[in-house]
């Protein structure tokens, strides 16, 4: 895929017009939902993304709650940091969660709140990008239990705590890339890849899945930061769009 904005200065034509790579390079930079501290024209691939998994009691962000936090860290391609924390959700787990990710309640009875696991968790994920395969879910559900957070001080915030900071999403681009797949499935599209996801619907699995999965599609994709969050998020809202009209038929 070309890149979507091209800030050498020039048209397709090879002819150059003043202040064009100004006002490309601008463009860039005003991009919405960027983490602050990261260079906009810099090569997403090349930063430190932390690819986030949670594994719930269901569905809903509001009455249920994070059980297992799963995170995998890349610097320029390299897995930096494989770590996964069991959380109390003080609630019981309902069987059809159960009957996905194998977690007991008898597993989670001496495990820490999320409170607890929170400032561990923010240090994690400090000056790191975030991403999360179907980001929505992870996001949502992140965005409540912080909201649930009393007295824990998590200053500086890391991205990912942000909610104006977009997540880069493999889901959206496995969706554009891979249009005739019939399931965009991790699992799946792991195994598409040819990567190895052993442990399933387990949260340190999934992510560090996901993030292979990402770095896989990176030449399919368009290279800078700004670029890929700014293109993302127009094939998310288009994609949104196409499921609405589906489900209305």
């Not at 034509?13 to 463009?27: D, N």
């Not at 820490?112 to 400032?119: L, N, R």
């Not at 009393?150 to 999403?169: K, N, Q, R």
Request: aromatic content about 8%.
């Amino acid at each position: 895929m070309r890149s979507a904005l091209d800030v050498c200065g020039c048209f397709p034509t090879g002819r150059h017009y003043p202040g064009i790579a100004e006002r490309l390079a601008r463009a860039l930079r005003d991009v919405k939902g960027l983490a602050a501290g990261f260079d906009a024209r810099a090569r997403w691939a090349e930063q430190r993304i932390a690819i986030i998994d949670f594994e719930t009691t269901g569905l809903s962000p509001d009455t249920d709650r994070v059980i297992e936090i799963g995170i995998s860290c890349f610097e320029a391609g390299r897995l930096t940091l494989l770590k996964n924390w069991l959380v109390n959700p003080g609630i019981p787990i309902p069987e059809e969660s159960r009957a996905i990710h194998n977690i007991t309640d008898e597993e989670l009875a001496n495990a820490p709140s999320f409170a607890t696991v929170a400032i561990e968790l923010a240090e994690a994920l400090r000056d790191h990008l975030p991403v999360a395969y179907n980001a929505a879910f992870d996001r949502r559900f992140l965005q409540a239990e912080l909201g649930r957070l009393l007295g824990v001080m998590l200053e500086p915030l890391p991205p990912a705590f942000l909610p104006d900071v977009v997540w880069i999403d493999p889901l959206v681009w496995v969706r554009e890339l891979f249009p005739d797949e019939k399931s965009r499935k991790l699992t799946d599209i792991s195994a598409r890849l040819g990567i190895a996801l052993e442990n399933a619907h387990r949260a340190a699995s999934d992510a560090e899945a996901a993030g292979r999965v990402l770095l896989a599609l990176q030449d399919k994709m368009p290279a800078t930061y700004a670029e890929v969050v700014s293109l993302q998020e127009r094939y998310a809202a288009r994609q949104d769009l196409d499921f609405s009209r589906l489900r209305r038929r």
